[in-house]
């Protein structure tokens, strides 16, 4: 029988259940946190609160985690979820994204540039504003014209590094072995132990010979420590 990896991105949650993620990943939210949220559908559904939705709010915190955090995005997830999404504008979010963030190869092969006339931001008044305070650049030479100063940029809007590390496991994981589907297999086995391996594929999205050769090494360990004890 073969084995066929989940969807990408999950159905578009409730409002209130995509705050408890975005807090679970680091949003500072005022709202309860949902433990070890998934980072990329979360990251892929908070941009389409911003772009499609008008929540510049969102999306001002998204990026300035992104500018923090993205060592640790898993790009290959992230890309299989933006393309999922059926958004226009998401995409093109994710291609300005990509674009800012292209010095790191893993993003600059996530989502390809997008061609033609530069998509606003704002549905009126991007011109007038970019006239008068210039562009975020952040997005200068991408396909999302932004003016400068509507993406508030604080680091204080979101966990620093060490602090979601503590909270995250998935993240902390990603610190110590890589934003690989390694490191995410790991996570949902140390959440799981007797996890079958078709159903950790499952839930992190990954192939089952990826799952397998980890669960393998995850079980090694296992074992030596019981033995070691």
């Known amino acids: 029988m073969s084995i066929h990896r989940a969807p990408g991105l999950d159905p578009t949650p409730a409002p209130d259940e995509l705050t408890a993620r975005m807090v679970g990943v680091g ?3 005022s709202a309860a946190a949902e433990p070890d ?7 892929v559904h908070a941009s389409s609160a911003g772009m499609d939705d008008n929540d510049l709010r969102v999306l001002a915190i998204l990026t300035t985690w992104l500018g923090v955090h993205s060592a640790r995005v898993n790009t290959e997830r992230l890309a299989r979820a933006v393309a999922e999404h059926s958004s226009p504008r998401v995409r093109a979010y994710w291609s300005a994204v990509c674009t800012w963030l292209g010095d790191d190869k893993r993003f600059a092969r996530i989502v390809a540039p997008i061609a033609g ?8 008044g991007t011109e007038f504003q970019v006239n008068r305070r210039g562009e975020d650049p952040r997005f200068e030479s991408t396909c999302l014209r ?6 508030r940029d604080r680091a204080k809007d979101v966990l620093a590094p060490a602090v979601l590390a503590e909270r995250h496991r998935g993240y902390r994981n990603r610190i110590q072995m890589g934003a690989t589907w390694r490191a995410d297999i790991w996570t949902a086995l140390e959440a799981e132990p007797g996890m079958p391996v078709a159903e950790c594929a499952r839930r992190v999205r990954c192939s089952f010979a990826a799952a397998w050769k980890a669960a393998q090494d995850f079980l090694l360990l ?5 033995t070691a004890s």
């Open 27 to 29: 949003f500072l939210l």
């Open 37 to 43: 949220a998934d980072i990329e559908t979360t990251l």
């Open 117 to 124: 006339e530069r998509i606003d931001l704002l549905a009126v």
């Open 146 to 151: 932004v003016p400068a100063g509507t993406l």
């Open 222 to 226: 296992e074992e030596a420590r019981r």
